[in-house]
């Protein structure tokens, strides 16, 4: 089975911060990965598909990149509705995984 | 705009049977574009997928639950259904159902807003 490393797993930042997140694959995923933010109570939103797509509706300052075993996503300019918990999750196969989780809180 | 709606119990004894159903609206479970699944989250941890099922009735299980999980879908009532045999404390989590696009997986796109479930006695 595909294990996913999210880095770091806490991230303390500021209003306007660039924050980055990376996910790591244990074998080549070629870019069948995507991201997702969720808040507390509340269903997670996908992000980002095939590692660096938008999807519809998502702010620009999102951003994804990578390909293989090694993927970031980033903010640009951290917004104060970014505080949130962040997961990647590989779709390489008929088995799917979630990476552990990064949660971005204020600084 | 297609809506997924989770039912069934909140709370389960050890040992018994949870079953949860995924009710699709404003859209058919039936559309060969897409694969239906299930994941769950216990408090205060991450994400794990349970499963995913195609209208044709493949089915697709997380290896570690795979022997406890069966995953359905009924055509006629336009839904899809979860069934975790002998629950344990451990199987406590909020479920939720989730529509992924199968041409090239997309991730989970629309999501229900989750049914908490508890396994206690």
């Known amino acids: 089975d595909i294990q996913l490393t999210q880095s770091p797993s806490f991230l303390s930042a500021s209003v306007g911060d660039r924050v980055t997140i990376t996910c790591r694959a244990s074998?080549?995923?070629?870019?069948?990965l995507a991201w997702y933010q969720q808040k507390p109570g509340k269903a997670p939103k996908l992000l980002i598909h095939a590692a660096f797509t938008l999807q519809s509706g998502v702010p620009s300052r999102f951003s994804g990149s990578g390909s293989g075993t090694e993927f970031t996503l980033t903010i640009s300019s951290l917004q104060p509705e970014d505080f949130a918990t962040y997961y990647c999750?590989?779709?390489?196969?008929?088995?799917?995984?979630f990476g552990q989780g990064t949660k971005v809180d204020s600084k | 705009q297609l809506q997924l709606q989770e039912s069934g119990p909140g709370l389960v004894k050890p040992s018994d049977t949870l079953s949860l159903t995924c009710t699709v609206s404003g859209g058919s479970v039936s559309s060969g574009d897409y694969y239906w699944g299930w994941i769950r989250q216990p408090p205060g941890k991450g994400l794990e997928w349970i499963g995913n099922i195609y209208y044709s009735g493949n089915t697709y299980y997380n290896p570690s639950l795979k022997s406890r999980v069966t995953i359905s879908v009924d055509t006629s009532q336009n839904l899809f259904s979860l069934k975790v045999d002998s629950v344990i404390a451990a199987d406590t989590a909020v479920y939720y159902c989730a529509r992924s696009y199968v041409g090239a997986p997309d991730g989970f796109d629309i999501w229900g807003q989750g049914t908490r479930v508890t396994v206690s006695s």
């Open positions: 999750q590989e779709l390489n196969s008929y088995v799917w995984t």
């Open positions: 074998q080549g995923i070629s870019s069948y």
